[in-house]
């Protein structure tokens, strides 16, 4: 069987270019951007590869590392690592026993230094390693305007954590694909698992915005306010990110208010068994395009190519999408195969 890889998508096709930005009148940010989390397609922003210290939005990188390398059900006890905690802090002490679970939100929900960095340690073995594993996972990602220093998000002991409004728009996109970051940063309150307390989410639209499904903010004096959000209509979800934005839950849910009322997601290829041409192929994931909403839906065609490529187009010939085919040859090893461009090419 064949498989479907995404290769590239003609996003100028996708008339997001045109959008009508909120007012600069209305709001003004430093920096800021509106993602497709999908496609990673950027339908508006500003100075979004500007880099700068990012303050607790870090958080976002430190939640994803220590979801993928720790076993949250572990309980810990908490030692010298909690020295150098200051700031915001959701009052853990030395001494104390507490699952790395509960560490995770303290770190989303209330952007606990103190959980963060106990966090990190317990997740590693050291502080140290675990900010490797976060520079390591930025590289992974392509956040090539990034470097981690710590954790927390501090700055003020050093230069701190530096990125900008685009790269922290594609961790929140990747985080968000994850089931455990997903339910976690959508949490409005949390009841630690040892009794000792309710943690409230400090990102207000949760609780202001229906379409909201998560985010986290940030704040010091270099950074000035950070936010990172995320939020879903339909089959539609965006992220926005800005930096140095004083009403900054309000211009996310302004922005987030346009582009739902003037664009959705039409299902392109659905997840699934598909055969084009004298081919079959496996489709691991849905692709949508995304289209105006006051546009007629477009009756969608299918082409494959001898270099092995897939072409999909409207029935007027306007190119869409192309996308590389990725397979062997079906003979003995055809379980093989199967498994390793599962592995490597469907992420």
């Known amino acids: 069987m064949k498989h479907l890889c995404p290769f590239w998508l003609c996003l100028s096709l996708f008339f997001c270019l045109n959008a009508s930005p909120v007012q600069a009148t209305e ?7 509106v993602m497709e989390s999908l496609t990673h397609q950027v339908l508006e922003g500003k100075a979004i590869h500007e880099v700068q210290s990012v303050a607790s939005i870090s958080k976002i990188m430190t939640a994803i590392v220590a979801i993928e390398q720790a076993d949250l059900d572990k309980v810990v006890t908490i030692g010298d690592e909690i020295d150098k905690a ?7 002490h030395k ?4 699952s790395l679970r509960d560490l995770l939100y303290g770190t989303m929900l209330r952007s606990g230094n103190d959980a963060a960095l106990c966090l990190a340690y317990h997740s590693a073995g050291s502080i140290e390693v675990f900010v490797e594993l976060m520079n390591e996972k930025a590289r992974e990602l392509g956040m090539t305007d990034t470097h981690f220093a710590n954790p927390t998000g501090l700055d003020e002991e050093d230069e701190g954590n530096q990125s900008s409004v685009y790269d922290m728009a594609l961790l929140m996109s990747y985080c968000m694909a994850n089931p455990i970051f997903r339910e976690v940063t959508a949490t409005k309150s949390y ?3 040892d009794g000792n307390g309710t943690w409230h989410n400090k990102n207000k639209l ?12 940030g704040f010091t004096r270099k950074a000035k306010r950070t936010l990172v959000s995320s939020a879903r209509k339909n089959d539609l979800e965006l992220i926005v990110v800005t930096f140095n934005c004083g009403d900054d839950f309000a211009y996310h849910q302004a922005l ?3 582009y739902f009322a003037m664009y959705e997601n039409v299902l392109c290829i659905d997840q699934g068994v598909h055969r084009y041409g004298d081919y079959t192929y496996e489709v691991k994931q849905p692709v949508y395009l995304l289209w105006p909403i006051d546009e007629k839906k477009p009756e969608l065609q299918y082409e494959t190519s001898p270099n092995e490529r897939l072409k999909i187009s409207t029935k007027s010939g306007q190119l869409l999408g192309e996308f590389v085919l990725e397979a062997k040859k079906q003979w003995q ?3 093989f195969w199967r498994k390793l ?3 490597l090419f469907l992420q």
């Open 27 to 33: 709001f003004w940010a430093k920096n800021y951007i």
């Open 256 to 258: 987030y208010e346009n």
């Open 95 to 98: 001494g104390d026993t507490i």
């Open 333 to 335: 090893w055809d379980d």
């Open 86 to 92: 200051y700031g915001s802090g959701v009052y853990i």
């Open 191 to 193: 009841q630690r698992e």
């Open 206 to 217: 949760l609780e202001n915005y229906d379409y909201s499904t998560g985010g986290k903010t």
């Open 341 to 343: 461009l599962c592995g």
